[in-house]
T-cell receptor, first 113, second 115 residues
Framework: NAGVTQTPKFRILKIGQSMTLQCTQD?????MYWYRQDPGMGLKLIYY???????DKGEVPNGYNVSRSTTEDFPLRLELAAPSQTSVYFC????????????FGQGTRLTVV | AQTVTQSQPEMSVQEAETVTLSCTYD???????LFWYKQPPSRQMILVIR??????QNATENRFSVNFQKAAKSFSLKISDSQLGDTAMYFC????????????FGKGTRLHILP
């Protein structure tokens, strides 16, 4: 099983550039999430989705956009990258049943210089 | 707002010892789930153990067990016979049955197992 797949694993961006972090899951999960994890810190929720066509902001959405056109895919778009967006980004998915765990991708390490 | 607090940013123990990681949470709800996740240096997040709030019996998974005190809103993780492979960041997480779209994570405890 592939689970949750994130691409790329590493990326260096210049200030002002844009990019899309890809996330795909093959478990038919309804709920998907994007988190960022700064060095030595916890997870901060950027955006989440409870199904295709539905997205909602988390606690740190500024500077990011998402879309959910299919159940499988939940890309995260960075517009006008800033050094403050240097972080490790994790995508996760769950079935939506309250007792179910979240499955995480391997993360994308992004550096903005 | 519901919150999860992990008061120990970092801990170190000797291999084979027992260690307990603390987690407290704040909610006015009665039905919810609690989770412990492990993030080793590889960065891959892995579920360690889960607890249903309406079950009084503490969950166990091999060397991992929890001490769930609902009235005190406490959910600590005990690791017995600790191994070098237990070195990781550990996150406590909360899901409210009425808002099951949100997972609320604590800030994490970095655990070092020393040889």
């Amino acid at each position: 099983n592939a689970g949750v797949t994130q691409t790329p694993k590493f990326r260096i961006l210049k200030i002002g550039q844009s990019m899309t972090l890809q996330c795909t899951q093959d478990m038919n999960h309804n709920y998907m999430y994007w988190y960022r994890q700064d060095p030595g810190m916890g997870l901060k929720l950027i955006y989440y989705s409870v199904g295709a066509g539905i997205t909602d902001k988390g606690e740190v959405p500024n500077g990011y956009n998402v879309s959910r056109s299919t159940t499988e895919d939940f890309p995260l778009r960075l517009e006008l990258a800033a050094p403050s967006q240097t972080s490790v980004y994790f995508c996760a998915s769950r079935t939506g049943a309250v007792n179910t765990e979240a499955f995480f991708g391997q993360g994308t390490r992004l550096t903005v210089v | 707002a519901q919150t999860v607090t992990q008061s120990q940013p970092e801990m170190s123990v000797q291999e084979a010892e027992t260690v307990t990681l603390s987690c407290t949470y704040d909610t006015s709800e009665n039905n919810y789930y609690l989770f412990w996740y492990k993030q080793p240096p590889s960065r891959q997040m892995i579920l360690v153990i889960r607890q249903e709030a309406y079950k009084q019996q503490n969950a166990t998974e091999n060397r991992f067990s929890v001490n769930f005190q609902k009235a005190a809103k406490s959910f600590s993780l005990k690791i017995s016979d600790s191994q070098l492979g237990d070195t990781a960041m550990y996150f406590c997480a909360f899901v409210d049955m009425n808002r099951d779209d949100k997972i609320i994570f604590g800030k994490g405890t970095r655990l070092h197992i020393l040889p």
